[in-house]
């Protein structure tokens, strides 16, 4: 088996996966969704710079083959950015769930199931504005 189509399935399974989590309308499914997608771009970016196996990734006279830096620089920032996305996006989701008391995107108000755990609280009318 090559190592691009294992590759290749990995970055299709994370789009697929982050592409339906995205779709959601709940803002953690969202939130874990765009993360996968990230993923995904991350591998793709790395994947980008030739599938090799143990070669240096700068150019020597003695080794013939080499592995692109260049790829590996884009996906350490990307992972340093990805992570400060991910970061802002659940505070965003967090202080939107403590302001609405629902953690829909749509924004409409839709009371929180038994299954979340939160129902309890919200149906002595904690955390719903008149």
């Given at each position: 088996?090559?190592?691009?189509?294992?590759?290749?399935?990995?970055?299709?399974?994370?789009?697929?996966?982050?592409?339906?989590?995205?779709?959601?309308?709940?803002?953690?499914?969202?939130?874990?969704?765009?993360?996968?997608?990230?993923?995904?771009?991350?591998?793709?970016?790395?994947?980008?710079?030739?599938?090799?196996?143990?070669?240096?990734?700068?150019w020597d006279k003695a080794v013939s083959e080499y592995t692109d830096p260049l790829p590996q620089a884009?996906?350490?920032?990307?992972?340093?950015?990805?992570?400060?996305?991910?970061?802002?996006?659940?505070?965003?989701?967090?202080?939107?769930?403590?302001?609405?008391?629902?953690?829909?995107?749509?924004?409409?108000?839709?009371?929180?199931?038994?299954?979340?755990?939160?129902?309890?609280?919200?149906?002595?009318?904690?955390?719903t504005e008149p």
């Amino acid at each position: 088996m090559s190592y691009e189509f294992l590759v290749a399935s990995a970055i299709g399974v994370l789009v697929a996966g982050g592409i339906f989590l995205a779709l959601r309308a709940r803002t953690f499914q969202v939130v874990l969704g765009l993360t996968l997608i990230s993923y995904a771009v991350n591998l793709f970016l790395f994947a980008s710079g030739r599938l090799v196996l143990n070669r240096p990734p700068i150019w020597d006279k003695a080794v013939s083959e080499y592995t692109d830096p260049l790829p590996q620089a884009l996906v350490l920032t990307a992972i340093v950015i990805t992570f400060g996305m991910t970061a802002f996006v659940v505070i965003l989701a967090l202080r939107s769930f403590l302001e609405t008391g629902s953690d829909h995107v749509d924004g409409d108000r839709v009371p929180c199931d038994a299954q979340d755990g939160l129902a309890d609280g919200l149906a002595d009318g904690e955390g719903t504005e008149p």
